[in-house]
């Protein structure tokens, strides 16, 4: 079964539509024993950085996505989701994140181009490091997937594969048993749901 955290931050109809689609088991819920239950675990997120980091410690659900971390499930983290997976936001401040992978979240507007819009939103072709994570193994190099964010992985050794809009932007990232992808396999069409095909079957 893959548990789908409901935290208040999340498109989740279209998140468990996908799952559902491919045929899997899923339960979306804020309850972390339901979560515990889990064989695999999915962290959405749209939104701000802190808050969704708040809802999360004040829920307990950080306690429970860090056990299925440590336990060994696989952990899935989308947009936001992603993005709470690293050390630190410099999201209006700094703020803490799980911890799970190395690196900082860090504005995009620095970094790509003048006239390039911010947020970042569309379509673009992911490109992979060696050693291809296991949610990409059916994926080829150019593959597209859609993105909406304003902010980006940086200073992460544990890059799986990163896009280029005006600069080179980390598109994913994973260690061990964790994942995450910035853009959303869920409104990518058949490349999104072979990601999660994929995820499904660790």
């Not at 499930?73 to 401040?93: N, V, W």
């Amino acid at each position: 079964m893959i548990g789908v955290i409901d935290y208040g931050v999340g498109n989740l109809f279209s998140l468990a539509s996908s799952l559902r689609y491919i045929g899997a088991d899923v339960t979306v819920t804020g309850d972390p024993e339901a979560l515990r239950r889990a064989d695999r675990v999915v962290l959405p997120g749209v939104g701000a950085f802190a808050d969704a980091a708040a809802r999360l410690r004040e829920t307990g659900l950080d306690q429970a996505v860090l056990e299925a971390a440590r336990a060994g499930k696989p952990l899935l983290g989308i947009c936001l989701g992603m993005q709470l997976l690293l050390e630190r936001s410099f999201e209006y401040g700094c703020h803490r994140g799980l911890g799970l992978i190395e690196g900082d979240v860090v504005p995009m507007e620095p970094v790509v181009p003048a006239g390039y819009k911010v947020p970042h939103i569309g379509w673009n072709a992911l490109s992979f490091s060696d050693g291809r994570s296991p949610i990409f193994r059916e994926l080829r190099e150019g593959d597209c997937v859609y993105f909406v964010h304003s902010y980006f992985a940086d200073r992460c050794p544990s890059v799986t594969a990163t896009t280029e809009y005006g600069a080179v932007l980390t598109a994913a990232v994973g260690r061990d048993n964790v994942f995450g992808c910035q853009f959303h396999p869920e409104k990518s069409g058949p490349v999104g749901l072979s990601i999660l095909r994929a995820f499904s079957r660790l």
